[in-house]
């Protein structure tokens, strides 16, 4: 690759200067990869040599445990099983967002994603499924995230699910608008693995369902 085709590896179904011919395009692997390794605070790179070849670099952090000390209670459970069966609803019409989720729920296989790509649809789909949680965006094709959580949360079918809005906007306005409309939780975008599961993990842990 040379430095132009460089310049946009990362970009979501770029042909790389290629439109003409059958080769395919980058897709979104290259994109969702980078996301995920920015989740576990690392980084993922590429180096090329003209008709040569690429590298790609993925560098994540250390993980460094404490060492247990004497007399010290057994660690908890795995998160994994903090809970069993459990099923999660996200509103977000962004395909690259979607797929990131579904990467990040891959650590959590008890966990059932399900996903509306628009908000009115998200509303009847929530209504008939009824899910344990709802991760919703704030931007939306065809509603207003913030209108869509007063609809749920004034509707008598799903006002007791808990939501948990994912969006990019941080404006602190908009924070305190959701807040205040009745999400438990407002995360940023890029998203923090660590917290974002934290917050998944107590919540889903916390209902009572039949699985328990």
Same mark, same amino acid.
């Given at each position: 690759?040379?430095?132009?085709?460089?310049?946009?590896?990362?970009?979501?179904?770029?042909?790389? #200067?290629?439109?003409?011919?059958?080769?395919?395009?980058?897709?979104? #692997?290259? !994109?969702?990869?980078?996301?995920?390794? /920015?989740?576990?605070?690392?980084?993922?790179?590429?180096?090329? =040599?003209?008709? &040569?070849? %690429?590298?790609?670099?993925?560098?994540?952090?250390?993980?460094?445990?404490?060492?247990?000390?004497?007399?010290?209670?057994?660690?908890?459970?795995?998160?994994?099983?903090?809970?069993?069966?459990?099923?999660?609803?996200?509103?977000?019409?962004?395909?690259?967002?979607?797929?990131?989720?579904?990467?990040?729920?891959?650590?959590?296989?008890? !966990?059932?994603? %399900? !996903?509306?790509?628009?908000?009115?649809?998200?509303?009847?789909?929530?209504?008939?499924?009824?899910?344990?949680?709802?991760?919703?965006?704030?931007?939306?094709?065809? =509603?207003?995230?913030? /209108?869509?959580?007063?609809?749920?949360?004034?509707?008598?079918?799903?006002?007791?699910?808990?939501?948990? &809005? =994912?969006?990019?906007?941080?404006?602190?306005?908009?924070?305190?608008?959701?807040?205040?409309?009745?999400?438990?939780?407002?995360?940023?975008?890029?998203?923090?693995?660590?917290?974002?599961?934290?917050?998944?993990?107590?919540?889903?842990?916390?209902?009572?369902?039949?699985?328990?």
């Amino acid at each position: 690759l040379d430095d132009a085709q460089m310049a946009e590896l990362f970009q979501p179904f770029n042909r790389l #200067g290629r439109e003409l011919t059958t080769t395919e395009g980058t897709g979104i #692997g290259l !994109v969702i990869s980078r996301r995920l390794a /920015e989740l576990m605070g690392g980084t993922l790179d590429a180096e090329s =040599v003209a008709g &040569v070849g %690429a590298t790609f670099v993925l560098r994540l952090p250390l993980a460094r445990l404490p060492a247990p000390k004497p007399g010290a209670s057994p660690p908890p459970a795995d998160d994994i099983d903090r809970y069993r069966h459990r099923t999660v609803h996200y509103v977000e019409d962004n395909e690259t967002n979607v797929e990131v989720m579904r990467g990040i729920l891959a650590q959590r296989p008890q !966990v059932t994603l %399900a !996903v509306s790509t628009l908000g009115l649809d998200g509303l009847t789909a929530i209504r008939s499924q009824r899910p344990d949680l709802i991760l919703l965006d704030m931007h939306l094709p065809d =509603v207003d995230g913030l /209108e869509l959580l007063r609809q749920l949360q004034r509707d008598p079918a799903c006002a007791d699910i808990p939501i948990v &809005v =994912v969006s990019a906007d941080a404006t602190p306005t908009r924070i305190a608008e959701a807040l205040a409309a009745g999400a438990r939780h407002y995360l940023t975008k890029p998203l923090s693995l660590t917290s974002f599961l934290g917050v998944l993990d107590d919540m889903l842990e916390s209902i009572d369902t039949k699985f328990g």
